[in-house]
């Protein structure tokens, strides 16, 4: 069966501090990776997309970033972090012509 | 993308049906409707998915009708448990074009609270 995981699983970081969550498929090939922000009673907003390694879609700007080094392996980065940066980072996989599963997520706080 | 209305919260008793309607009006010929249940602190988690139709399963119903404009999510006698926040997503499973990219929004979602 297929597996996403997301880690850490909180982080406490100061403003202008750099950020690297990771996030891990098993159990599938070539799967479309997602990062999501949920702000504290918001909906989930869509970060980046990735299609395949090396391969990174931004659906909006701001100072994060993404990376795709192995084909089950998808990165979100910061190289200062901003407050508003903190929030609920959810990583999903998808096939297509199949639903979007998500990992547990990562709960960043940003003081 | 065919973007999705929803109430923004309802309440329900325990043992009651409750039924979250999603409209769903610019939805495409290729789209399939989604919903998701989230839990506080966790990840979205798959619930059911249809195009047309009724779909049944283990745990909820899905009612689309002929126009497919919108959509109803039908939660069997619900428990303590189902308090939480519900979403509907329309989106193209076979896209063809992007590499297969299946590009999905997510609203702010239903929170449904069950009483005791």
């Known amino acids: 069966s297929q597996t996403i995981h997301q880690w850490p699983a909180t982080l406490v970081q100061p403003v202008g501090s750099p950020l690297s969550l990771e996030c891990t498929v098993e159990g599938t090939s070539n799967p479309n990776l997602y990062w999501y922000r949920q702000a504290a009673g918001r909906g989930l907003q869509l970060l980046f997309y990735?299609?395949?390694?090396?391969?990174i879609s931004s659906e909006v700007p701001q100072n994060l970033s993404a990376s795709r080094p192995q084909d089950r392996q998808f990165i979100l980065s910061s190289k200062k972090l901003l407050l508003s940066d903190s929030g609920f980072y959810l990583c999903?996989?998808?096939?297509?012509?199949?639903?979007?599963?998500f990992g547990p997520g990562t709960r960043l706080t940003v003081l | 993308l065919a973007k999705t209305t929803q109430p923004i919260s309802m309440d329900s008793y325990e043992g009651q049906e409750v039924n979250i309607t999603c409209s769903h009006n610019n939805i495409a010929t290729n789209d399939y409707i989604t919903w998701y249940q989230q839990f506080p602190s966790q990840g979205p988690r798959f619930i059911i998915q249809g195009y047309k139709t009724k779909v049944t399963n283990e745990v909820a119903s899905l009612f689309i009708p002929a126009d497919r404009k919108s959509s109803t999510l039908s939660l069997p006698r619900v428990s303590l448990s189902d308090t939480a926040v519900y979403y509907c997503l329309v989106g193209d499973m076979y896209p063809t074009f992007s590499g297969g990219y299946q590009k999905v929004t997510f609203g702010i979602g239903t929170k449904l609270q069950v009483i005791p």
């Open positions: 990735s299609v395949g390694i090396g391969q």
């Open positions: 999903a996989w998808i096939r297509v012509g199949d639903t979007q599963y």
